[in-house]
């Protein structure tokens, strides 16, 4: 799956048909983009990693289930989800998203096709995401504000980097085989919030946190959703 830039010329006769006769494809994805829009939903149900490559983080969270890209999401009933009035704004928007404040959409989603198929058009006449697209996935809110929250999410993340608070997650779990039990290939660019190191860091800096009461919050979220990890290997095993 790739995400592809959603261009009025290109993609004008293109359609979404809907997730009603879906077999959930969007729930077997490892790896969840995510920001700070809706951190509080996913920590509460996933744990919040960071991914770095090339010596460089994406500006965003996002969040694991599963270690093989053909496994589901544990929280995935048949194909419905368990906890859909809960799921997260990344779930909830899917096959859209935005990079960059650019409207984007997943190529690897089977319900997005030609419009002489059926479906919702993706663009009205005036070259714009279709009114649908925006009320049902991306939302109001986020369309409107996505440039606050992209910004927000990136100067959050350079403040973890710049204070050193993220650890390689192999590190932080290398004597627990439970928590080793992804890829090899993704776990080796997974870091994580340390809790002790910030702790002590906050102790011996009182200022650490002044002027971003905000990302302490997310902080605490953030660490607090790493408990989600034994939760989900629990769901698998089930």
């Given amino acids: 799956m790739a995400r592809l830039l959603l261009d009025p010329k290109k993609h004008k006769n293109y359609a979404f048909n809907g997730c009603v006769t879906c077999d959930a494809k969007c729930c077997g994805s490892n790896i969840v983009y995510s920001s700070i829009f809706d951190l509080k939903e996913a920590s509460a149900l996933f744990p919040i990693l960071f991914y770095i490559s090339d010596g460089r983080i994406s500006p965003v969270y996002f969040f694991y289930y599963g270690?093989?890209?053909?496994?589901?999401?544990?929280?995935?009933?048949?194909?419905?989800?368990?906890?859909?009035?809960?799921?997260?704004?990344?779930?909830?928007?899917?096959?859209?998203?935005?990079?960059?404040?650019?409207?984007?959409?997943?190529?690897?989603?089977?319900?997005?096709?030609?419009?002489?198929?059926?479906?919702?058009?993706?663009?009205?006449?005036?070259?714009?995401?279709?009114?649908?697209?925006?009320?049902?996935?991306?939302?109001?809110?986020?369309?409107?504000?996505?440039?606050?929250?992209?910004?927000?999410?990136?100067?959050?993340?350079?403040?973890?980097?710049?204070?050193?608070?993220?650890?390689?997650?192999?590190?932080?779990?290398?004597?627990?085989?439970?928590?080793?039990n992804f890829k090899p290939t993704l776990v080796e660019h997974l870091y994580m919030l340390h809790p002790q190191r910030i702790g002590v860091m906050r102790m011996q800096n009182k200022e650490l946190f002044t002027g971003h009461d905000d990302f302490f919050q997310y902080i605490m979220m953030i660490i607090a959703s790493h408990k989600n990890i034994e939760t989900l290997f629990s769901l698998k095993k089930v």
């Fill in 67 to 180: 270690e093989a890209t053909e496994e589901k999401c544990p929280y995935l009933n048949g194909n419905l989800c368990s906890v859909y009035e809960r799921r997260p704004y990344a779930c909830r928007s899917y096959p859209f998203s935005f990079e960059q404040g650019k409207p984007c959409f997943d190529d690897g989603c089977p319900r997005v096709g030609r419009l002489e198929n059926g479906g919702n058009p993706l663009f009205n006449s005036q070259n714009k995401l279709d009114s649908r697209v925006i009320s049902e996935f991306v939302g109001e809110t986020f369309a409107k504000e996505k440039e606050k929250i992209f910004a927000s999410s990136k100067q959050f993340v350079d403040f973890c980097l710049s204070n050193n608070f993220l650890v390689p997650y192999t590190s932080f779990y290398k004597d627990n085989s439970l928590y080793m």
